[in-house]
C-alpha cells in the first residue's frame, strides 16, 4: 500500500469506514464469479454519503490508485474484481431511500440499495421498480445500474437504463454532477449506464417507478424439446400478445431446480415453458386462454395455471434462484451469457449442446427466451484441471455462434473482466475507438475500473496500482 | 421555413455521408445535418452553416424480420414509413412527433423529441437498440445492435440523443416493436373553469390509465376546429377493446361525478386527432408566435401552466397550451396580436418565463424571432462533460456550431 493512503483516508472518513489489512480486503477480491481472490485492493472503503465518495474518489487521485466501485459483488463477469488493486468503494451504508415521490411515480436512491428493498418499499404505495435481476435480493440499484441489468421482465418492461431517469455520480476530479434524462444535450444518463464503474462513481439514483398491474397470471408448460418450447414462444409474440416474461427452462435445469425448491415446475418433458401475463383483468382472461391454445397447438404436454399469488411465488423464486440448484449437477458451473435475435434461438441452442458435447461438458439452459437472451450453464469440476479449459473454450465458441447468429455477448451480465477480449468480436477497431472518445473525456487518466470492458491494446493508459 | 444555409447534398450510402463530412470537416466547411427539417425551430439557429447534408435519401428498410420485432431503417426514413412497416405486421414503435410525413426517424431522435405516450410507453430512446453514425472526421461507428438486451460497453447510441446534430449524423437506427394495440380511443370533454379541479382528481383515481392525459387551452384550429371552449380534457386510450370499453365507462362516471357536462367518443379518427395535437406542439402562427416547453413533474404542471398564464397577460399575448398530466410536459404557445409586436416582447417573454421556471425550451418559432433568445436556458450541471465530449467528437466545431445548450 502506498504510503499514507491509510491515513488520508482514515483522516477524511474516520476509522471505522477504511479497511486495510489483507483479512478485510480478501473479500473485495471476488464477485460471483470469481473462484479465487487473486487480486486485492490496496484499501476498501465505505463511505457514509456522496461527500465522503468524492474525498476517496481524490484521495485515490493524489495516490494514482485505480477506484473501483462495487455494489453487493453478485457480478458474473469479474467487473468489480480490483485487478490492478487501488481502492474498492463499496456502498453497504449509502443503501437508504431519500425521496419516495408517490405522486410523481419516482425515487431517488442511494446506489447500496438492495434492488427488492425498493419495490418492498413502494408496494404499499401501489408501485414497483420493475428491473428484477435473479439476484435481486441481493445485488443492488448501483451495482444494476453499472451493467444495465437485467431480469426475467425486460420482456415487457425493459432493462435497467429504461427506469433511471437521472444519476448522480462523482467525476475523475472528485466532483459531484447531476444528470436528468431531462435535460438538454447528450444524453449522460444514458452512457454512464452500463458503463461498469469505468466513467465515475455513482452516488444517486432517480428512478422510474410503474403501477402495480390489476392482474397477473403465471402459466406453466411442458413440452418434449426445447424447440418446441421457443416455438411456442415466438408464435405468442406472433400473435402479438404482450406477455411480462418468457422464460424457458431446459430438462438438465428443471429437475435441479424441481430436487432443490419442489416449486411445483412440470419434470420428466424436454423443458419448461414459464409465461406471465400482467395487466387488466379482461385483458389477462383473454390473454391466458389465447396462450394456452397456442402452447397446446404447438404441443404442450401440460398447461397449468398457478391458482394464487403464493404459487406464483414460488414458480418465480425456484426460476431465480435456477443456478443456486446446480449443486446437486456438479460442484461448479460457469454461467454465460449472450443475447440473439429470438427467432434464432432454436438453433443458438442446438448450437450450445453441440459445443458442450464436443467439449464433454453437461449444460443445463435456463433463459429469457421472450427477449432472445441465453444463459447456458457449463457444469464442472474446478478439481479436474481439463475441464477447467474445456469450459473456457466451450464459452467463447458459444459467444462466437451467438455474434454469427446477429446477437451478442452480453445481454445483461456485462462485459467486465472476463470478457473484454471478446469484446472485438463484436465491434470494429473504430466503434471501439468512439468509446474510448467517451472514456477520454470521462476518465481521462484511466483510473475508474481500469482493465475492464476494453480488450488490452483497445484503449491504452490504464492506471495500475503501485504495488499490485 | 428557411432554414438551411448553403448547398445541399443528399448522400445516397451511409460511406457517401461520412466521406462528404470528412471533407468539409478537413476544409473546414459547417454542417447543418437534416432530416425533414420538421424540428429546425427546436433551439438554436447554428452560428454558421456552409453545407447542408440530408439524410432524404438514407430511407430504407435495412433489416426486419417481424418475429424478432426488431428493424433497422435508415436514418433518413419518416415516421410514417416506418410505421406503416411495421403496421404491416402488427407493430409499431411508439415515436410520437409532429408531422410524421415529413419528420425522419434519425431527426427525431437526434432532436430529442418525446410525446405524451412516453408516460405509458417510454420514450423515444427506450427503443434505440443501436446505431450507426457518421462522425465529424468521417468515421463510421457502431453500437448496439440488433437484439434487445446488450451491454456489451458503451451505449454509445444515448449520446446523439438530443444531439441535434452537433455529435455525429445518424444513418442507421436500430429499433426494438411492440405488438401495436387492438383499438385506439380518443375520448375530449370540454372542462369548464368550476369543474376543473374536480375532474382532474377523479381522473387521477381512475383503474385504467390513458396512454396519455392532456388538458388543452387553446390551439382550437389547430385540433379540433371548435371554438368558444376554454378548456378541454383530451384522453387517448389504447389496448384491447374490452379495456378500452371498461375505461371509457369508468371515465364518463368520473366526469358526471365531476359535473362536466358531455364526452365526445372518437374511435374512427382517434389517431388522426392526436396526431393533430403533436402537430400543434410546433405550428406557428407567422411571425407572431413563439413556443416554449417547460419541464417538470406531473404534480406541479397545473402551477408552471398557470405561471405561464399570468406571464402572457402580462405581456398582452394570448396563450395556447397543452398541459400534459402524466408526464408533466407544458407546451405553451404564446401569439402576439401582430407581427409588429412580437420581436420587442419575445426576449421578455423568455426572460420572465426563465424567473420564474428552470428547464424551458423554445421548441417552436419563426427564425427572425429566435435570433433575438438563447432557446435553452442556463446550461444542465453536467454542461462541462457534454462540452467536452463536443470537442472530442467535432473537434473543429463542424456540426452544427451554437444550436445546442451553452453553445455547443
Known amino acids: 500500500m502506498p504510503p499514507g493512503l491509510a491515513a488520508s483516508l482514515i483522516d477524511a472518513i474516520g476509522p471505522d469506514a477504511v479497511k486495510t489489512e489483507p483479512e478485510d480486503l480478501a473479500v473485495y477480491g471476488y464477485d460471483a464469479d470469481t473462484a479465487e481472490a487473486e487480486h486485492l485492493p490496496d484499501a476498501a472503503v465505505i463511505p457514509r454519503d456522496a461527500r465522503q465518495v468524492c474525498a476517496v474518489v481524490r484521495i485515490a487521485r493524489e495516490h494514482g490508485l485505480p477506484i473501483v466501485p ?11 474484481v480490483p485487478v490492478n488493486g487501488g481502492v474498492v468503494i463499496t456502498f453497504n451504508r449509502m443503501n437508504r431511500i431519500l425521496e419516495l415521490d408517490v405522486a410523481n411515480r419516482r425515487a431517488r436512491v442511494q446506489p447500496g440499495l438492495i434492488n427488492l428493498d425498493l419495490s418492498r418499499a413502494t408496494a404499499t404505495h401501489g408501485l414497483f421498480y420493475a428491473p428484477d435481476p435473479s439476484s435481486q435480493k441481493a445485488s443492488t440499484i448501483g451495482g444494476n445500474v453499472g451493467t444495465n441489468a437485467g431480469g426475467p421482465h425486460c420482456l415487457s418492461y425493459g432493462t435497467t437504463t429504461n427506469h433511471v431517469l437521472g444519476l448522480e455520480f462523482v467525476d475523475e476530479t472528485g466532483e459531484l454532477i447531476r444528470t436528468s434524462i431531462d435535460d438538454p444535450g447528450y444524453d449522460l444518463t444514458g452512457a454512464l449506464v452500463g458503463s461498469e464503474g469505468t466513467l465515475g462513481v455513482i452516488t444517486s439514483v432517480d428512478v422510474r417507478l410503474m403501477r402495480l398491474p390489476e392482474s397477473v397470471r403465471v402459466c406453466v408448460g411442458a413440452f418434449e424439446t426445447v424447440e418446441a418450447a421457443c416455438e411456442t414462444v415466438s408464435a405468442i409474440i406472433g400473435a402479438g400478445i404482450v406477455a411480462t416474461a418468457l422464460e424457458i427452462i431446459d430438462k438438465v435445469m428443471v429437475e435441479a431446480i424441481e430436487a432443490n425448491y419442489h416449486a411445483g415446475y412440470p419434470t420428466g418433458a424436454g423443458s419448461v415453458l414459464l409465461v406471465e401475463v400482467a395487466g387488466h383483468t379482461e385483458e389477462m382472461n383473454h390473454n391466458e386462454s389465447a396462450i394456452a391454445d397456442i402452447a397446446r397447438k404447438n404441443g404442450a404436454l401440460s398447461w397449468t395455471t398457478a391458482r394464487d399469488a403464493a404459487e406464483r411465488e414460488a414458480l418465480w423464486a425456484a426460476r431465480k434462484g435456477a443456478a443456486g440448484a446446480v449443486g446437486r449437477i456438479a460442484p461448479n458451473y460457469y454461467i454465460q451469457d449472450a443475447c440473439v435475435p429470438r427467432t434464432r434461438l432454436p438453433q443458438a441452442l442446438h448450437a450450445i449442446d453441440e459445443i458442450a458435447r464436443d467439449h464433454r461438458l453437461v449444460v443445463g439452459n435456463v433463459f429469457h427466451a421472450g427477449d432472445g437472451n441465453l444463459h447456458p450453464l457449463l457444469m464442472f469440476d474446478r478439481r479436474e484441471v481439463r475441464q477447467i479449459q474445456a469450459v473456457v473454450d466451450a464459452g467463447t465458441e458459444i459467444l462466437r455462434t451467438c455474434i454469427d447468429m446477429g446477437g451478442t455477448i452480453s445481454g445483461e451480465h456485462g462485459i467486465g473482466y472476463e470478457k473484454r477480449e471478446t469484446l472485438s468480436m463484436v465491434y470494429s477497431t473504430a466503434d471501439l475507438a468512439t468509446m474510448g472518445r467517451i472514456r477520454d473525456v470521462l476518465d481521462p487518466a484511466r483510473r475508474f475500473n481500469p482493465n475492464k470492458i476494453f480488450p488490452t491494446g483497445a484503449i491504452c493508459g490504464e492506471v495500475t496500482s503501485s504495488v499490485a | 421555413m428557411k432554414v438551411a444555409g448553403g448547398d445541399t447534398i443528399v448522400p445516397s450510402t451511409a460511406q457517401e455521408l461520412a466521406d462528404e463530412l ?26 454558421a452553416c456552409d ?30 414509413t416506418l410505421a ?41 430512446r427506450d427503443y434505440l437498440i443501436g446505431t450507426t453514425a457518421a462522425l465529424a472526421d468521417g468515421t463510421l461507428s457502431s453500437a448496439g445492435g440488433m437484439v434487445v438486451k446488450n451491454v456489451t460497453g458503451y451505449d454509445v447510441s444515448k449520446l446523439f440523443v438530443g444531439s441535434l446534430g452537433t ?9 426494438k416493436a411492440i405488438p401495436s394495440p387492438q383499438t385506439m380511443r380518443v375520448a375530449i370533454a370540454a372542462l369548464p373553469e368550476a369543474t376543473r379541479q374536480r375532474a382532474l382528481n377523479h381522473i387521477a383515481s381512475l383503474s385504467i390509465e390513458p396512454a396519455c392525459a392532456l388538458f388543452v387551452s387553446g390551439f382550437h384550429r389547430d385540433i379540433d376546429g371548435t371554438d368558444g371552449i376554454d378548456g378541454r380534457l383530451f384522453l387517448l386510450y389504447e389496448g384491447s377493446q374490452a379495456v378500452v370499453d371498461r375505461a371509457t365507462r369508468e371515465l364518463r362516471s368520473a366526469l358526471g361525478a365531476a359535473g362536466v357536462p358531455g364526452t365526445t367518443i372518437l374511435d374512427q379518427n382517434a389517431q388522426r386527432t392526436y396526431q393533430r395535437t403533436l402537430d400543434a406542439c410546433t405550428s406557428t402562427i407567422a411571425q407572431r408566435s413563439i413556443t416554449l416547453r417547460s419541464y417538470g413533474l406531473p404534480d406541479n404542471a397545473f402551477m408552471r401552466h398557470a405561471t405561464l398564464e399570468t406571464l402572457a397577460q402580462e405581456l398582452k399575448l394570448s396563450l395556447d397550451a397543452i398541459l400534459d398530466a402524466r408526464t408533466g410536459d407544458v407546451v405553451a404557445r404564446f401569439v402576439a396580436r401582430d407581427a409588429e409586436t412580437m420581436p420587442y416582447a419575445v426576449a421578455d417573454l423568455v426572460d420572465g418565463a426563465r424567473e420564474r421556471l428552470s428547464n424551458l425550451t423554445v421548441i417552436a418559432g419563426d427564425p427572425a424571432l429566435r435570433i433575438a433568445i438563447d432557446a435553452w436556458g442556463p446550461p444542465p450541471p ?23 445548450v451553452g453553445g455547443i
Open chain 1, 70 to 80: 462495487r455494489g453487493a459483488g453478485t457480478g458474473l463477469c469479474g467487473g468489480t
Open chain 2, 22 to 47: 470528412r471533407r468539409c470537416d478537413a476544409s473546414g466547411l459547417r454542417v447543418l445535418l437534416m432530416g425533414g427539417g420538421t424540428l429546425q425551430g427546436l433551439g438554436n439557429p447554428p452560428k
Open chain 2, 51 to 80: 453545407v447542408t447534408i440530408s439524410t432524404a435519401k438514407l430511407n430504407a428498410t435495412i433489416e426486419y424480420d417481424p418475429r424478432d420485432l426488431t428493424i433497422a431503417v435508415g436514418a433518413g426514413m419518416t415516421l410514417r
Open chain 2, 84 to 124: 406503416n412497416t411495421l403496421a404491416k405486421n402488427g407493430q409499431f414503435v411508439p415515436i410520437d412527433a409532429p408531422h410524421p410525413d415529413r419528420a425522419t426517424v434519425g431527426g427525431t431522435l437526434a432532436a430529442g423529441w418525446i410525446g405524451p405516450r412516453r408516460a405509458t410507453y417510454g420514450r423515444p
Open chain 2, 167 to 175: 455529435l455525429g449524423a445518424l444513418v442507421r437506427v436500430n429499433l
Open chain 2, 382 to 404: 453536467s454542461f462541462e462533460k457534454l462540452r467536452a465530449l463536443k470537442e472530442r467528437f467535432d473537434p473543429r466545431g463542424t456540426l452544427a456550431p451554437g444550436r445546442l
